[in-house]
Protein backbone atom coordinates (compact mmCIF):
# COMPACT_ATOMS: atom_id res chain seq x y z
CA UNK A 1 0.00 0.00 0.00
CA UNK A 2 1.31 3.39 -0.89
CA UNK A 3 0.87 6.29 1.33
CA UNK A 4 0.05 9.48 0.47
CA UNK A 5 2.67 12.03 1.84
CA UNK A 6 -0.41 14.93 1.93
CA UNK A 7 -3.20 13.28 3.89
CA UNK A 8 -2.00 10.28 4.82
CA UNK A 9 -4.28 7.77 2.54
CA UNK A 10 -3.56 4.33 1.99
CA UNK A 11 -3.78 3.62 -1.74
CA UNK A 12 -2.94 1.05 -4.13
CA UNK A 13 0.66 0.44 -5.16
CA UNK A 14 -0.29 0.99 -8.54
CA UNK A 15 -1.89 4.20 -7.98
CA UNK A 16 -0.67 7.11 -9.65
CA UNK A 17 -2.81 9.76 -7.69
CA UNK A 18 -4.56 9.68 -3.70
CA UNK A 19 -8.26 8.70 -3.82
CA UNK A 20 -8.72 11.02 -1.45
CA UNK A 21 -7.38 14.13 -1.92
CA UNK A 22 -6.11 13.76 -5.66
CA UNK A 23 -2.60 14.97 -4.82
CA UNK A 24 -0.32 13.04 -7.41
CA UNK A 25 2.40 11.05 -6.26
CA UNK A 26 5.64 12.11 -7.52
CA UNK A 27 8.32 9.85 -9.08
CA UNK A 28 11.94 10.14 -7.07
CA UNK A 29 13.87 10.84 -9.94
CA UNK A 30 17.14 8.87 -9.70
CA UNK A 31 19.88 11.47 -9.36
CA UNK A 32 23.27 10.00 -10.96
CA UNK A 33 26.02 10.88 -8.54
CA UNK A 34 28.12 14.21 -9.21
CA UNK A 35 30.51 14.06 -11.27
CA UNK A 36 34.03 14.90 -9.27
CA UNK A 37 36.13 17.03 -11.10
CA UNK A 38 40.29 15.10 -11.32
CA UNK A 39 43.17 17.24 -11.90
CA UNK A 40 44.62 14.37 -13.79
CA UNK A 41 42.06 11.52 -13.55
CA UNK A 42 41.03 8.26 -14.38
CA UNK A 43 41.77 8.37 -18.40
CA UNK A 44 44.99 10.35 -18.34
CA UNK A 45 46.38 7.66 -15.87
CA UNK A 46 45.27 5.02 -17.82
CA UNK A 47 47.20 6.20 -20.69
CA UNK A 48 50.08 6.57 -19.04
CA UNK A 49 49.83 3.05 -17.21
CA UNK A 50 49.52 1.91 -21.11
CA UNK A 51 52.73 3.65 -21.96
CA UNK A 52 54.81 2.57 -19.20
CA UNK A 53 53.72 -0.99 -19.52
CA UNK A 54 54.95 -0.73 -23.05
CA UNK A 55 58.67 0.37 -21.52
CA UNK A 56 58.36 -2.46 -19.23
CA UNK A 57 57.95 -5.03 -21.87
CA UNK A 58 60.73 -3.32 -24.35
CA UNK A 59 62.48 -3.69 -20.95
CA UNK A 60 62.36 -7.43 -20.02
CA UNK A 61 62.63 -7.93 -24.00
CA UNK A 62 66.30 -6.84 -24.20
CA UNK A 63 66.81 -8.38 -20.85
CA UNK A 64 65.90 -11.97 -22.64
CA UNK A 65 67.41 -11.26 -26.36
CA UNK A 66 70.42 -9.52 -25.26
CA UNK A 67 70.83 -11.27 -21.69
CA UNK A 68 71.28 -14.77 -23.55
CA UNK A 69 68.67 -15.97 -21.97
CA UNK A 70 66.98 -17.55 -25.32
CA UNK A 71 68.40 -20.04 -28.05
CA UNK A 72 69.72 -17.17 -30.12
CA UNK A 73 73.15 -15.89 -30.06
CA UNK A 74 74.17 -12.97 -27.71
CA UNK A 75 75.62 -10.01 -29.27
CA UNK A 76 78.95 -9.57 -28.31
CA UNK A 77 79.04 -6.12 -29.66
CA UNK A 78 81.18 -3.67 -27.39
CA UNK A 79 78.49 -0.35 -28.16
CA UNK A 80 75.17 -3.02 -27.98
CA UNK A 81 76.06 -4.01 -24.46
CA UNK A 82 77.40 -0.31 -23.28
CA UNK A 83 73.64 0.95 -24.61
CA UNK A 84 72.06 -2.31 -23.07
CA UNK A 85 73.38 -1.72 -19.76
CA UNK A 86 72.20 2.28 -19.69
CA UNK A 87 69.21 1.57 -21.01
CA UNK A 88 67.52 -2.07 -20.00
CA UNK A 89 67.49 -0.58 -16.51
CA UNK A 90 66.27 2.78 -17.10
CA UNK A 91 63.25 1.24 -18.88
CA UNK A 92 62.70 -1.60 -16.31
CA UNK A 93 62.73 0.72 -13.25
CA UNK A 94 61.43 3.49 -14.89
CA UNK A 95 57.90 1.82 -16.53
CA UNK A 96 57.74 0.25 -13.26
CA UNK A 97 57.60 3.74 -11.73
CA UNK A 98 55.51 5.21 -14.39
CA UNK A 99 52.67 2.53 -14.06
CA UNK A 100 53.39 2.38 -10.19
CA UNK A 101 52.38 6.48 -10.42
CA UNK A 102 49.72 6.29 -13.18
CA UNK A 103 48.00 4.05 -10.73
CA UNK A 104 48.20 6.73 -7.67
CA UNK A 105 47.37 9.74 -10.11
CA UNK A 106 43.82 8.55 -11.15
CA UNK A 107 42.70 9.43 -7.77
CA UNK A 108 43.70 12.92 -8.18
Keep these: MKRCPYCGYANYDVAQECRRCQSPFRVRAIQAPASRSFLFGPDKAHTLRSKALSLVVLGLMMKVLWGGYGPWPVPDDAALNSVRTLIEPLFL????????TGWILRWI
Design 93 to 100: TGGLTAYC
